[in-house]
């Protein structure tokens, strides 16, 4: 993956990978111009991600994120720089 990230990208592949039962991806990246990580275009670095999946109950929080960020692998090494990881019940 060479492209920047998008949140439309995130989101099928949280879809595809852990199937949530709700699932909202914020591109934040705007408000963190200038910031470590930024792109310079205002989009692709920094997202939120607010997910519930049937993957995560009986997990505690770290072994929830480290699904997440599995998941999200290929998007980090194309760009993704900062993530915020909302788990939803």
Aim: no cysteine.
């Amino acid at each position: 993956m060479s492209a920047v990230p998008t949140a439309t990208a995130i989101e099928d592949r949280l879809r595809e990978v852990l199937h949530p039962t709700a699932l909202q991806v914020l591109d934040e990246s705007a408000a963190h111009a200038g910031h470590a990580g930024a792109n310079g275009l205002g989009f692709g670095t920094h997202f939120r991600v607010r997910i519930a999946a049937p993957a995560f109950v009986g997990l505690g929080r770290v072994a929830q994120h480290r699904l997440v960020y599995d998941a999200l692998r290929p998007f980090t090494d194309a760009g993704l720089h900062a993530l915020a990881i909302e788990i939803q019940r």
